[in-house]
Nanobody
């Protein structure tokens, strides 16, 4: 099992930036595919970004392409989500997740077997 703890959420004005962090323990990041998902009030949880074990395979959800960047620091065993040009529709609880088993990077939530508790991001207009 991988323990994940998110941080960095908060309240920001539209057009602003935030950087989320996900600290992992129990397993090294290089052995997991790591993803970010989000859930807005009244909506289903959706895919935001994913990074593969080697850090070279990266995908983004259509709504965040060009604005969000996923990265990782192996030495700190931490994954980041840099969010720029934030919009009110980015308001959601953001979750970090780990996929220990899949061979290829996937955006399928069911493949991720460890989840953090989530961090709230609120973007005001």
């Amino acid at each position: 099992q991988v323990q994940l703890v998110e941080s960095g959420g908060g309240l920001v004005q539209a057009g602003g930036s935030l950087r989320l962090a996900c600290a992992a323990s129990g397993r090294t990041l290089s052995s997991c595919i790591m993803g970010w998902f989000r859930q807005a009030p009244g909506k289903e949880r959706e895919f935001v970004a994913v990074i593969g074990r080697r850090g070279s395979s990266i995908r983004y959800g259509d709504s965040v392409k060009g604005r969000f960047t996923i990265s990782r620091d192996i030495a700190k065993n931490t994954v980041y989500l840099q969010m720029n040009s934030l919009k009110p529709e980015d308001t959601a609880v953001y979750y970090c997740a780990a996929d220990r088993s899949s061979v290829l990077v996937s955006t399928t939530q069911a493949n991720f077997d460890s989840w953090g508790q989530g961090t709230q991001v609120t973007v005001s207009s």
